[in-house]
């Protein structure tokens, strides 16, 4: 989507930390999500954050939110092959649309 | 179902033709939606059903599209006289909750020739 932008690719080692960027225009936006997308199959909601947060903590994965800056990033943990994938960022208008990112695509190197 | 269903998960027609993609999202999920997403980009809003009622169509690229939602669980997108640019994954979600985030199916991927 034109109001979400995100980085086209990143590319990361296994067992380092990834870290994917993102940022949103839509300053009533209530949730921000974090969706994967591997080849050939259809969006998995990983982890989402409520817009009066600025952190959020699941296991290998820590959402930041800078609310002021409309800025949001995913940290994954000790990065395995098997986070070979497209992650998207998208955010919840008032609408109760989710508006996307274009992606970023995320190749782990052995 | 345990999750959100789409068939068929690919459809290859001539340029002109009539498509029907169908959706069977979670039971109980009264929110359905649809997006289109182009090879290389982020899902796009097509359209927004809560029950049996389009709450909101507005992505809807124009009056070839349509989309149906009956009893309001399965849904079906209709697409009139294709054409090579409506290539694409098409894909469904549904929800209970919107702020839970949506669960989406796999996609159906049109492709027309």
């Known amino acids: 989507g034109e109001d979400v932008e995100q980085s086209l690719f990143l590319s990361v080692r296994e067992g380092d930390s990834s870290v994917i960027n993102c940022t949103y225009t839509?300053?009533?936006?209530?949730?921000l999500y974090w969706y994967k997308q591997e080849p050939g199959a259809g969006l998995q909601l990983l982890t989402y954050?409520?817009?009066?947060?600025d952190m959020k903590q699941d296991q290998r994965l820590t959402v930041l939110l800078n609310k002021k800056d409309k800025h949001l990033s995913l940290r994954i943990a000790d990065t395995q092959t098997g986070d070979s994938a497209i992650y998207f960022c998208?955010?919840?208008?008032?609408?109760?649309?989710?508006?996307f990112g274009a992606g970023t695509t995320v190749t782990v190197r052995a | 179902g345990a999750g959100v269903s789409q068939t068929p998960s690919n459809k290859v027609t001539e340029k002109g033709k009539y498509v029907e993609l169908r959706c069977d999202p979670i039971s109980g999920h009264t929110a359905l939606y649809w997006y289109r997403q182009s090879l290389g980009q982020g899902p796009e809003f097509l359209i927004y059903?809560?029950?049996?009622?389009?709450?909101?169509d507005s992505g809807l690229p124009n009056d070839r599209f349509f989309a149906v939602r009956p009893e309001g669980s399965v849904s079906t997108l209709k697409i009139q006289r294709t054409e090579r640019g409506d290539s694409a994954v098409y894909l469904c979600?549904?929800?209970?909750?919107?702020?839970?985030?949506?669960?989406f199916g796999s996609g159906t991927r049109l492709t027309v020739v």
């Open positions: 979600a549904s929800s209970l909750i919107p702020r839970d985030g949506y669960t």
């Open positions: 954050i409520f817009s009066n947060m």
């Open positions: 839509d300053s009533s936006s209530t949730y």
């Open positions: 059903f809560q029950g049996t009622g389009a709450a909101d």
């Open positions: 998208a955010e919840l208008g008032n609408d109760y649309k989710l508006s």
